[in-house]
């Protein structure tokens, strides 16, 4: 059977284009009710061109879906809250929150300074407690929500020149571990994606692959996980060209000494970088877990 929408009510942020636009695209196709969020910003987040999130709505309209526009910037607590006001006054609930506005301020860390920090920071990581928060109590008041951040390979694996980048977008991936504990007993889940798609962000980046990076793949992966049928939570997919992939932090099992000294450490680093038997915890007490099974208590 096919994912449907109906009835529910999703927010977009960022969705004036790019990835965004294709997430509200897709999920406006599937009955849910979009309001789609994008303040216009340039690649580095400056100037407005505020009509953009207009046209996704017409475009969400000629499919015969349901949706509003909203400019409103995720960079700061009152953005969030209107843009959560907005979805409310519209449909009257909201059910689904896809964080996935964005901005480069790519430079060596040599180069950084701290305009090329806090922007990042506030648009990506802020952004997504900004609007997070408040769709949050309602997530928990209705006993139902979904949560899709947008993180990068960046981050997980690292880059080049995106110090600050690479930083919200792994810090988006505790916030997803942590929403995952606290919202399971409301049926609110929270994962990642970590996309990889021909936008504004990556034309400038030569890659052979370009004609295979239609962001409608990876917003195929988001819809699923904004799915009242979807069980993950706290989960990292990683999508791409029609590709769909777990990411995830393992732990070895290391080498353990009760007279643990610098030079032990010289001496086994095989054991542990030893990958056989590796563990991927489930949340942070899981690591005290296989610490106490390894000292035998
Ligand atoms: P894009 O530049 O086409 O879209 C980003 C959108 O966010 C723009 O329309 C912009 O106006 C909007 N925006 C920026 N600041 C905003 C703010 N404060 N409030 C509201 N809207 C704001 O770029 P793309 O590629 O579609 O990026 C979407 C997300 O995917 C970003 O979070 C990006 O970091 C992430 N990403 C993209 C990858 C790719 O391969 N395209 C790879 C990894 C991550």
Redesign the pocket.
């Known amino acids: 059977m096919d994912l449907s929408f109906d009835g529910r009510v999703a927010v977009v ?2 969705a ?5 636009r294709a997430h509200a695209l897709e999920l406006g196709r599937r009955g849910a009710k979009v309001v789609v ?5 340039s ?1 580095s ?1 400056d100037g407005v061109e505020s009509g ?1 999130a207009a046209i996704v709505v017409k475009e969400i309209e000629a499919l015969g879906g349901t949706a509003v526009a909203d400019v ?4 700061t607590t009152e ?1 969030g809250e209107a843009l959560i006001r907005t979805a409310v006054s519209a449909f009257g609930r909201v059910d689904v929150v896809v964080n ?5 301020r790519d430079k060596t860390f040599q180069n950084t300074g701290p305009d090329d920090v806090d922007p990042v920071l506030d ?2 990581l802020k ?1 997504a407690f900004n609007v997070t928060r408040p769709a949050w109590r309602i997530f928990r008041e209705q006993g139902f929500g979904r949560v899709v951040v ?5 981050g997980f694996f690292g880059n080049f020149g995106q110090a600050s ?1 690479a930083s919200a ?1 792994m810090g988006l991936v505790g916030l997803i571990k942590v929403l995952a504990i606290e919202g399971r007993k409301y049926d609110i889940r929270a994962n990642a994606v ?9 034309e400038g980046f030569e890659n052979p692959l370009a004609d295979r ?1 239609d ?1 409608a793949l990876v917003s195929s992966v988001v819809a699923y996980l904004c799915h009242d049928s979807c069980e993950l939570s706290g989960e990292v997919l990683s999508a ?1 060209a029609g590709r769909v992939a777990r990411v995830f932090v393992g732990m070895t099992r290391g080498y353990v000494n009760g007279s643990l000294s610098a030079e032990d450490v010289r001496d086994h680093l095989a054991e542990v970088f030893d990958d056989t038997g590796y563990q991927v915890p489930g949340n942070s007490l899981a690591e005290m877990e296989l610490l106490a099974e390894m000292l035998g208590k």
């Open positions: 942020t960022g004036g284009g790019g990835l965004g969020n994008d303040m216009g910003t690649l987040g953009r409103n910037s995720v960079a953005g996935n506005a964005g901005i480069l648009v990506h952004g947008t993180s990068s390979s960046a980048y977008k970590g996309p990889v798609a021909l936008t504004r962000m990556t990076l962001p791409g």
